[in-house]
Protein backbone atom coordinates (compact mmCIF):
# COMPACT_ATOMS: atom_id res chain seq x y z
CA UNK A 1 0.00 0.00 0.00
CA UNK A 2 1.64 3.53 -0.73
CA UNK A 3 1.29 5.93 2.43
CA UNK A 4 -1.84 7.49 1.53
CA UNK A 5 -3.76 4.76 1.41
CA UNK A 6 -2.39 3.51 4.42
CA UNK A 7 -2.83 6.53 6.45
CA UNK A 8 -6.62 6.35 5.42
CA UNK A 9 -7.36 2.77 6.03
CA UNK A 10 -5.50 2.83 9.32
CA UNK A 11 -7.12 6.33 10.31
CA UNK A 12 -10.99 4.81 8.96
CA UNK A 13 -10.42 2.08 11.31
CA UNK A 14 -9.37 3.99 14.09
CA UNK A 15 -12.39 5.55 13.75
CA UNK A 16 -14.66 2.51 13.59
CA UNK A 17 -13.19 1.11 16.86
CA UNK A 18 -13.85 4.03 18.31
CA UNK A 19 -17.72 3.84 19.51
CA UNK A 20 -17.80 7.79 20.29
CA UNK A 21 -16.37 9.45 17.27
CA UNK A 22 -17.28 6.98 14.70
CA UNK A 23 -19.54 10.15 13.02
CA UNK A 24 -15.99 11.59 12.04
CA UNK A 25 -15.56 12.99 8.53
CA UNK A 26 -12.14 12.46 7.00
CA UNK A 27 -13.13 13.86 3.89
CA UNK A 28 -11.10 16.68 2.93
CA UNK A 29 -8.34 16.47 5.32
CA UNK A 30 -5.03 16.70 4.38
CA UNK A 31 -2.33 14.01 5.16
CA UNK A 32 -1.01 16.18 8.08
CA UNK A 33 -4.41 16.54 8.86
CA UNK A 34 -5.16 12.71 9.14
CA UNK A 35 -1.88 12.00 11.19
CA UNK A 36 -3.12 14.20 13.78
CA UNK A 37 -5.89 12.66 13.92
CA UNK A 38 -4.58 9.02 14.14
CA UNK A 39 -2.11 10.33 17.02
CA UNK A 40 -5.68 12.06 18.54
CA UNK A 41 -7.73 8.74 18.61
CA UNK A 42 -4.58 6.21 19.59
CA UNK A 43 -4.12 8.96 23.08
CA UNK A 44 -7.38 9.10 24.05
CA UNK A 45 -8.17 5.16 23.56
CA UNK A 46 -8.44 3.40 26.93
CA UNK A 47 -6.62 0.35 27.38
CA UNK A 48 -8.66 -2.17 25.96
CA UNK A 49 -8.39 -5.35 23.37
CA UNK A 50 -7.16 -4.60 20.32
CA UNK A 51 -8.03 -6.55 17.17
CA UNK A 52 -4.45 -7.78 14.80
CA UNK A 53 -6.10 -6.08 12.00
CA UNK A 54 -6.23 -3.07 13.82
CA UNK A 55 -2.74 -3.68 15.01
CA UNK A 56 -1.18 -5.08 11.99
CA UNK A 57 -2.36 -1.68 10.07
CA UNK A 58 -1.23 0.58 13.47
CA UNK A 59 2.66 -1.23 13.39
CA UNK A 60 3.07 -0.82 9.64
CA UNK A 61 1.86 3.06 9.47
CA UNK A 62 4.00 3.66 12.85
CA UNK A 63 7.27 1.90 11.11
CA UNK A 64 6.64 3.65 8.68
CA UNK A 65 6.26 7.05 10.44
CA UNK A 66 9.70 5.61 12.28
CA UNK A 67 11.37 5.41 8.65
CA UNK A 68 10.61 8.82 8.20
CA UNK A 69 12.34 10.61 11.39
CA UNK A 70 15.10 8.02 11.25
CA UNK A 71 16.58 5.77 13.55
CA UNK A 72 19.58 7.33 15.50
CA UNK A 73 22.26 4.33 16.63
CA UNK A 74 24.31 4.23 19.58
CA UNK A 75 27.27 4.55 16.65
CA UNK A 76 25.45 8.15 15.72
CA UNK A 77 25.90 9.92 19.11
CA UNK A 78 29.53 10.67 20.46
CA UNK A 79 30.36 10.51 23.79
CA UNK A 80 31.20 13.36 26.00
CA UNK A 81 34.76 12.71 25.86
CA UNK A 82 34.88 11.93 22.27
CA UNK A 83 32.77 15.44 21.43
CA UNK A 84 34.25 17.67 24.05
CA UNK A 85 37.11 15.84 25.09
CA UNK A 86 35.34 15.76 28.47
CA UNK A 87 37.22 14.86 31.90
CA UNK A 88 33.72 14.04 34.20
CA UNK A 89 33.91 11.10 35.59
CA UNK A 90 33.12 7.99 32.85
CA UNK A 91 32.43 10.46 30.35
CA UNK A 92 32.88 7.90 28.26
CA UNK A 93 29.72 6.08 28.93
CA UNK A 94 27.96 9.63 28.99
CA UNK A 95 26.60 11.70 25.88
CA UNK A 96 24.12 14.40 25.64
CA UNK A 97 21.59 14.16 22.77
CA UNK A 98 19.30 16.45 21.74
CA UNK A 99 16.20 15.59 19.43
CA UNK A 100 13.54 12.86 20.10
CA UNK A 101 13.70 9.89 22.03
CA UNK A 102 11.87 8.06 20.40
CA UNK A 103 14.61 7.89 17.64
CA UNK A 104 16.53 6.03 19.44
CA UNK A 105 17.87 2.29 19.11
CA UNK A 106 19.01 1.62 23.03
CA UNK A 107 18.71 -0.95 25.60
CA UNK A 108 15.78 1.58 26.94
CA UNK A 109 14.87 5.02 27.14
CA UNK A 110 13.18 6.49 29.67
CA UNK A 111 9.40 7.83 29.94
CA UNK A 112 8.59 10.31 32.96
CA UNK A 113 5.00 8.77 33.62
CA UNK A 114 2.39 9.60 35.75
CA UNK A 115 0.52 7.97 38.52
CA UNK A 116 -1.65 6.36 36.62
CA UNK A 117 0.82 4.91 34.86
CA UNK A 118 -1.37 4.43 31.46
CA UNK A 119 0.14 7.20 29.36
CA UNK A 120 -1.17 11.17 28.50
CA UNK A 121 -4.91 10.91 27.14
CA UNK A 122 -4.95 14.59 25.94
CA UNK A 123 -4.81 14.57 22.64
CA UNK A 124 -1.51 15.35 20.82
CA UNK A 125 0.17 16.37 24.12
CA UNK A 126 3.61 17.59 23.94
CA UNK A 127 4.79 15.58 27.02
CA UNK A 128 7.52 13.02 26.64
CA UNK A 129 4.64 10.73 28.35
CA UNK A 130 2.78 11.06 24.98
CA UNK A 131 5.34 10.97 22.39
CA UNK A 132 6.67 7.94 23.70
CA UNK A 133 3.33 5.89 24.01
CA UNK A 134 2.13 7.25 20.45
CA UNK A 135 5.19 6.16 18.59
CA UNK A 136 5.16 2.49 20.88
CA UNK A 137 1.63 1.93 19.80
CA UNK A 138 -1.58 1.08 21.36
CA UNK A 139 0.56 -2.19 23.07
CA UNK A 140 1.92 0.06 25.45
CA UNK A 141 -0.94 1.88 27.24
CA UNK A 142 -2.52 -1.95 27.26
CA UNK A 143 0.69 -3.61 28.94
CA UNK A 144 0.83 -0.82 31.13
CA UNK A 145 -2.86 -1.41 32.42
CA UNK A 146 -1.96 -5.04 32.69
CA UNK A 147 1.06 -4.14 35.20
CA UNK A 148 -1.03 -1.57 36.71
CA UNK A 149 -4.40 -4.04 37.33
CA UNK A 150 -1.59 -6.88 38.76
CA UNK A 151 -0.62 -4.33 41.17
CA UNK A 152 -3.97 -2.94 42.66
CA UNK A 153 -4.94 -6.86 43.31
CA UNK A 154 -1.85 -6.64 45.60
CA UNK A 155 -2.34 -3.35 46.87
CA UNK A 156 -6.04 -2.15 46.50
CA UNK A 157 -7.97 -0.71 44.08
CA UNK A 158 -6.90 2.86 44.72
CA UNK A 159 -3.48 2.04 43.46
CA UNK A 160 -1.24 4.74 41.99
CA UNK A 161 2.06 4.12 41.22
CA UNK A 162 4.88 5.72 43.99
CA UNK A 163 7.05 8.62 42.62
CA UNK A 164 10.70 6.97 42.34
CA UNK A 165 10.05 3.35 41.14
CA UNK A 166 10.74 1.93 37.86
CA UNK A 167 8.50 -0.28 35.30
CA UNK A 168 10.18 -1.76 32.31
CA UNK A 169 8.33 -2.42 29.50
CA UNK A 170 8.71 -3.52 25.97
CA UNK A 171 9.07 -0.66 23.56
CA UNK A 172 6.82 -2.42 20.63
CA UNK A 173 7.15 0.27 17.52
CA UNK A 174 10.09 1.57 19.29
CA UNK A 175 13.61 1.71 18.01
CA UNK A 176 14.40 0.82 21.79
CA UNK A 177 14.16 -2.65 23.41
CA UNK A 178 12.28 -1.37 26.58
CA UNK A 179 10.92 1.60 28.01
CA UNK A 180 11.28 1.95 32.00
CA UNK A 181 8.86 3.93 32.97
CA UNK A 182 9.28 6.15 36.22
CA UNK A 183 7.04 8.75 38.16
CA UNK A 184 9.04 11.89 38.82
CA UNK A 185 8.45 14.19 41.99
CA UNK A 186 6.19 17.57 41.33
CA UNK A 187 7.25 20.45 42.05
CA UNK A 188 4.04 22.59 43.91
CA UNK A 189 5.77 25.13 45.21
CA UNK A 190 9.44 25.34 46.47
CA UNK A 191 11.72 22.70 46.43
CA UNK A 192 12.97 20.61 49.09
CA UNK A 193 15.08 17.70 50.44
CA UNK A 194 12.12 15.62 49.82
CA UNK A 195 11.64 16.39 45.85
CA UNK A 196 15.34 16.07 45.59
CA UNK A 197 15.86 12.47 47.51
CA UNK A 198 12.45 11.69 45.06
CA UNK A 199 14.22 12.50 41.79
CA UNK A 200 17.65 10.80 42.76
CA UNK A 201 15.49 8.07 43.86
CA UNK A 202 13.99 8.00 39.70
CA UNK A 203 17.60 8.17 38.34
CA UNK A 204 18.89 5.28 40.94
CA UNK A 205 15.55 2.52 40.60
CA UNK A 206 16.02 3.21 36.71
CA UNK A 207 19.72 2.13 36.41
CA UNK A 208 19.15 -0.54 38.96
CA UNK A 209 16.45 -1.98 36.69
CA UNK A 210 18.51 -1.28 33.97
CA UNK A 211 21.16 -4.37 35.58
CA UNK A 212 18.94 -6.30 36.91
CA UNK A 213 17.27 -7.09 33.07
CA UNK A 214 20.65 -6.68 31.51
CA UNK A 215 20.06 -3.46 29.52
CA UNK A 216 23.52 -2.01 28.60
CA UNK A 217 22.39 1.71 27.31
CA UNK A 218 19.63 3.60 28.32
CA UNK A 219 18.61 7.33 27.71
CA UNK A 220 16.61 9.24 29.96
CA UNK A 221 14.46 12.90 29.45
CA UNK A 222 14.36 15.01 31.57
CA UNK A 223 12.43 13.79 34.08
CA UNK A 224 10.35 16.50 35.33
CA UNK A 225 11.32 19.41 34.37
CA UNK A 226 8.36 19.82 32.13
CA UNK A 227 4.94 19.19 33.18
CA UNK A 228 6.05 18.39 37.02
CA UNK A 229 7.82 21.90 37.06
CA UNK A 230 11.03 20.81 38.73
CA UNK A 231 13.85 23.52 38.26
CA UNK A 232 16.25 21.84 35.19
CA UNK A 233 19.56 23.26 36.47
CA UNK A 234 18.77 21.51 39.52
CA UNK A 235 16.84 18.43 37.94
CA UNK A 236 20.42 17.76 35.51
CA UNK A 237 22.99 18.42 38.65
CA UNK A 238 20.74 15.66 40.15
CA UNK A 239 20.99 13.44 37.03
CA UNK A 240 24.61 13.94 36.16
CA UNK A 241 25.46 13.62 40.10
CA UNK A 242 23.55 10.38 40.12
CA UNK A 243 25.07 8.29 37.27
CA UNK A 244 28.37 9.13 38.53
CA UNK A 245 28.11 7.91 41.34
CA UNK A 246 26.02 4.86 40.00
CA UNK A 247 28.49 4.02 37.39
CA UNK A 248 31.68 4.08 40.47
CA UNK A 249 29.90 1.01 41.97
CA UNK A 250 27.97 -0.67 38.66
CA UNK A 251 29.78 0.92 35.91
CA UNK A 252 30.60 -2.55 34.49
CA UNK A 253 27.29 -3.28 34.08
CA UNK A 254 26.28 0.00 31.99
CA UNK A 255 27.86 0.81 28.29
CA UNK A 256 26.21 4.20 27.67
CA UNK A 257 23.86 6.63 29.55
CA UNK A 258 22.46 9.11 27.25
CA UNK A 259 21.46 12.74 28.85
CA UNK A 260 17.95 12.86 26.12
CA UNK A 261 17.42 17.13 25.55
CA UNK A 262 15.01 18.69 23.48
CA UNK A 263 15.48 22.61 24.23
CA UNK A 264 18.76 23.93 23.71
CA UNK A 265 18.21 25.87 27.37
CA UNK A 266 18.39 22.14 28.68
CA UNK A 267 21.36 21.15 26.27
CA UNK A 268 23.24 24.39 27.56
CA UNK A 269 22.77 23.00 31.37
CA UNK A 270 23.79 19.39 31.05
CA UNK A 271 27.19 20.64 28.45
CA UNK A 272 27.80 23.59 31.10
CA UNK A 273 28.22 20.17 34.15
CA UNK A 274 29.61 17.44 31.98
CA UNK A 275 31.88 19.26 29.77
Not at 8 to 17: A, K, P, Q
Not at 37 to 62: C, F, G, K, T
Not at 107 to 126: D, E, T
Not at 245 to 264: A, H, T, Y
Request: aromatic share 8%; with cysteine; glycine share 4%.
Amino acid sequence: MNSTHSVNTFLEMLIEDSAEYRQLEINGLDLAEKKKMIRSLMNIRMPNPVSNELLNLQDAYLKNELSEKGIVTLADIPTIKEQFNSTFPYSDKISIWQGDITRLKTGAIVNAANSQMLGCFVPCHKCIDNAIHSSAGMQLREECSRIMNQRRILYGKNYEEPTGTATLTSGYNLPCNYVIHTVGPIVHDKLNEQLCQNLINCYETVLKCCVKNKIRSVAFCCISTGEFHFPNEEAARIACRTTAEFLSKQGEFIDRIIFNVFKDSDKAVYESLLC
